[in-house]
């Protein structure tokens, strides 16, 4: 089953762009989702194994590395083809 997830990261730090940007650059290196990213959040699309495997591994590691965060993340299933 094909999913398309919209995820945002808001790091409650006053840095908080770097932590976007890391968390951006890892979801890139996964071959087996599509990544689109915005001004306001990254778009995630592929088979709902892979794109929640993914989700999981980044999200724990971001929550590993800031004191506080949060994730804004909206699940579409059999989304539209572009």
């Known amino acids: 089953m094909k999913v398309a997830v919209d995820i945002s990261l808001y790091p409650l730090d006053r840095e908080f762009i770097p932590p976007i940007k890391d968390f951006i650059e890892r979801i890139n290196t996964h071959a087996d989702i599509e990544a689109v990213t915005n001004r306001?959040?990254?778009?995630?699309?592929?088979?709902?194994?892979h794109v929640m495997a993914v989700l999981t591994q980044e999200i724990?590691?971001?929550?590993?590395?800031?004191?506080?965060a949060v994730f804004a993340i909206r699940i579409l299933?059999?989304?539209?083809?572009?």
């Open 60 to 68: 724990r590691q971001t929550f590993g590395e800031l004191p506080k």
């Open 77 to 82: 299933n059999n989304p539209l083809e572009d």
């Open 40 to 49: 306001m959040s990254t778009q995630l699309r592929g088979e709902y194994e």
